[in-house]
C-alpha cells in the first residue's frame, strides 16, 4: 500500500491555469502531453474543456469543483477520467488554488494534473518491486525526493540530482543541513516536522539552490506516507521551478506600475507651479519603477553646452546649485560617442572616475556610485537635458530597467512640452499681453485669497486704484503706439514700487490696480507722489516729443473702509475722482 501511495502521488505531473476573467486555460507540455492533444491547437474554455475531454460521468464533478473554487479559494484533490481525442480514457488527480489581484479580485486559478491511470490498474494488486518504482519516478521530469520519519533521504529520482547537481551518494542518508545552506536548511526542517505531525499534505514558495549556485524560486508539493497501521513512516515531495513564471509576474508588475507612473506624471502637469517641481516628481516616480535607484539627477543643457542641475534625489542639494558640468565631459558623452539618441547602462563608475574624470556631485550620505542609467532627454529633435539614476551597486541595472528608462525618457519629453504649453496659457490667463503685470481676473483671484488671509491673522491692507490722466489726448496727438508706450511705462514704474508681498495689476484700459501691506498711510501716499515728481521730471520721449506721464489715485483701507472688495473699488475709484477734482481745481 505505501508503494501504491508513492506511486498515486508522483506520476504524471502537469500544471495547468485558467484564467477566470478570460475564461482560458493554459497549460504546461506536461499537461497538453496528458491531455493527448499539441499546445495551442484549442482555445480552451471551462466548458470546451469538459466538453471536449472530460468523461460523460465526471463532468459534473470536475466544474462544480473548479467552479466551487472561487468561493473557498483551494479545490480539494478530486480524480476523475478523461477521453483524449483518440478516445483513449485516462484517470487523472488534479487540485487547485486560487491567485487575487491587490483588490481580492480573482485573476486565475492555477492547479496541477497527475495522471494516476497507472497506479488505477494496479489497484488490489500485490506490492510491486522497488525497481518499479524508481523507473516510474525517474521518468517524472520534476524533481522527486523520498525522506523517512527522521528527515534523512531514502531515495530520489534523476532530475533532483541533475536539479541539485548532486551524485545519489550525496544525497542518501543525509539530512537538509548535510546538503543546503542553514538558512535555507532551517526553512526545510521546519516544514518537513510540522507536515509529519499534521499529517496531510503540504505546498509553500521557497528558495532552492540550484545546481550553478544560484537561488530558484521552487514550489513543494509534500505528503506524508502512512504504512497499514496508520502511522506515518515518511514524506514524499515535489519540486516545482517558478523561477521564470516569478520573474515574468514580476515583469508585468513592474510594466503596470510603469504604465501608472507615466500617468501621475501627466496628470501632475496642471497642478505644479514650476518646471522645477515636475522634475522632482519626476525622479520620485522613477525610483518607484526602477529598483535600486539611490540616487538621481536631471540636468539641463544650455545655450553654452552645459548641464546643470535642475533637480536632483539623494545629493547634496546647495552642492548641486552651483554643479555645472560640459557635455562632451560627461559619462553619458564619454560612453555615447556623442550619439545621443538613446539611455545607456554605466558601470563600474568608480573606475571611470579615476580614469577619466576628476570628481562628481556629492550625495547627502557619501554614497558611491557604481553603476546608473544615463538618459537623453530630447524635445522637440533637440537635446534638453540628460537624466540619471544611481546605484552604489555596480551592474544594478538590466535590460529590462534600460527599456523603461526608454518608455520614460519619451514620456518625460511630452510632458515637457506639455507643460511648456500649460506654462503659456496659464501665463496668458494671468498676465496683460501689454504691460505684463497681473491682468484683473487673476488679480481678483489673488485679492480674494489675500483677504482671507488678512482676516485669519488680524491685518489691515491698502487697496489703491490709478487712473492715467490725458491718455486719450496721447492717442489722439500722437498715435495709440504712443499710448500703449505710456501705459507700459506707468506699469512698468509702478511694478517696480509694489513690494514682493503686495499686488499689482491692470484694472482695465487707463486703470490700473494694486494692494499694499505692512506700511503706513502717509508713507503710502509721499511715496506716490515722489512717483508723480519723478513721471514730471522724467517724461516719456516718443518720436522726438515729450509726454507728460500724469495720473490721479485712491486709496481704500481694508477692513476699515469695508471688508468687501467690490466696496473697496467703489469707495478707492470715488477718492480717485476726488483727487482729480483737486488738481483740477489747482490747475
Known amino acids: 500500500k505505501i508503494e501504491l501511495n508513492l506511486i498515486s502521488e508522483l506520476a504524471n505531473i502537469g500544471i495547468w491555469e485558467w484564467d477566470y476573467r478570460l475564461d482560458k486555460f493554459h497549460f504546461t507540455k506536461e499537461a497538453y502531453n496528458i491531455l493527448g492533444i499539441e499546445k495551442e491547437i484549442y482555445h480552451i474554455s471551462l466548458q470546451t474543456f469538459l466538453d471536449s475531454f472530460i468523461y460523460d460521468d465526471d463532468k459534473s464533478l470536475v466544474k462544480k469543483s473548479i467552479e466551487s473554487i472561487i468561493d473557498t479559494g483551494k479545490m480539494e484533490i478530486i480524480e476523475y477520467r478523461i477521453l483524449r481525442p483518440n478516445k483513449e480514457k485516462r484517470w487523472i488527480r488534479t487540485n487547485g488554488k486560487i491567485v487575487s489581484g491587490d483588490n481580492g479580485n480573482v485573476i486565475k486559478v492555477i492547479g496541477t494534473f497527475q495522471d494516476i491511470t497507472k497506479c488505477k490498474k494496479i489497484e488490489g494488486r500485490p506490492k510491486d518491486n522497488l525497481g518499479l518504482i524508481r523507473k516510474i519516478m525517474d521518468s517524472v521530469l520534476n524533481p522527486i525526493f523520498y525522506k523517512d520519519s527522521n528527515g534523512i533521504y531514502k531515495h530520489c529520482n534523476t532530475a533532483f540530482l541533475e536539479y541539485v547537481g548532486l551524485e545519489y551518494e550525496d544525497v542518501f542518508g543525509k539530512g537538509v543541513y548535510d546538503i543546503y545552506p542553514r538558512e535555507l536548511a532551517d526553512i526545510y526542517y521546519r516544514a518537513d516536522n510540522e507536515l509529519l505531525k499534521n499529517r496531510g499534505k503540504q505546498i509553500y514558495e521557497s528558495k532552492f539552490t540550484y545546481k550553478d549556485g544560484s537561488l530558484r524560486d521552487v514550489v513543494f508539493k509534500k505528503s506524508v506516507i502512512i504504512d497499514e497501521n496508520d502511522k506515518v513512516t515518511g514524506l514524499v515531495g515535489v519540486i516545482l521551478d517558478i523561477t521564470e513564471r516569478k520573474a515574468s509576474d514580476k515583469r508585468i508588475q513592474r510594466l503596470l506600475k510603469l504604465k501608472e507612473v507615466s500617468l501621475e506624471i501627466n496628470q501632475a502637469i496642471i497642478g505644479i507651479n514650476n518646471i522645477s517641481e515636475l522634475f522632482n516628481l519626476i525622479l520620485e516616480k522613477i525610483s518607484q519603477v526602477i529598483e535600486n535607484s539611490e540616487l538621481g539627477s536631471v540636468l539641463l543643457l544650455d545655450d553654452d553646452e552645459t548641464l546643470k542641475v535642475m533637480a536632483c534625489k539623494g545629493y547634496d542639494k546647495e552642492k548641486a546649485k552651483e554643479y555645472s558640468l560640459n557635455l562632451k565631459d560627461s559619462f553619458y558623452w564619454n560612453q555615447t560617442k556623442g550619439d545621443v539618441r538613446q539611455a545607456i547602462i554605466i558601470n563600474d563608475i568608480q573606475a571611470l572616475l579615476n580614469r577619466d574624470f576628476p570628481s562628481i556631485l556629492d550625495s547627502d550620505e557619501m554614497i558611491k556610485v557604481q553603476s546608473s542609467i544615463s538618459s537623453p532627454i530630447i524635445v522637440d529633435g533637440k537635446l534638453y537635458g540628460l537624466v540619471n539614476i544611481d546605484s552604489s551597486l555596480n551592474y544594478a541595472y538590466d535590460d529590462l530597467d534600460l527599456e523603461m528608462m526608454e518608455y520614460l525618457r519619451n514620456q518625460i519629453a511630452i510632458v515637457i512640452s506639455k507643460h511648456k504649453l500649460y506654462e503659456e496659457i496659464i501665463y496668458l490667463s494671468r498676465f496683460d499681453s501689454l504691460t505684463k503685470v497681473y491682468n ?102 516718443f518720436k522726438g516729443n515729450k509726454i507728460s506721464c500724469e495720473f490721479s489715485y485712491g486709496i481704500a483701507r481694508f477692513p476699515e473702509d469695508s471688508n468687501n472688495y467690490n466696496e473697496l473699488v467703489r469707495i478707492a475709484d470715488g477718492r480717485m475722482y476726488e483727487f482729480k477734482k483737486r488738481v483740477k481745481k489747482q490747475k
Open 440 to 541: 484683473r481676473s487673476y488679480f481678483e483671484e489673488l485679492c480674494e485669497k489675500y483677504m482671507e488671509e488678512v482676516v485669519i491673522n488680524s491685518r489691515d491692507f491698502y487697496l489703491v486704484l490709478y487712473d492715467l490722466d490725458g491718455l486719450k489726448f496721447v492717442n489722439d496727438t500722437y498715435g495709440h503706439l504712443a499710448g500703449d508706450k505710456l501705459i507700459q511705462t506707468f506699469s512698468s514704474k509702478m511694478n517696480d514700487f509694489t513690494g514682493s508681498k503686495d499686488i499689482f495689476a491692470r484694472f482695465g484700459g487707463d486703470e490700473f490696480i494694486a494692494i499694499f501691506s505692512d506700511l503706513d498711510l502717509d508713507w503710502l501716499n509721499t511715496s506716490i507722489h515722489q512717483i508723480m515728481k519723478y513721471f514730471k521730471d522724467n517724461p516719456l520721449i
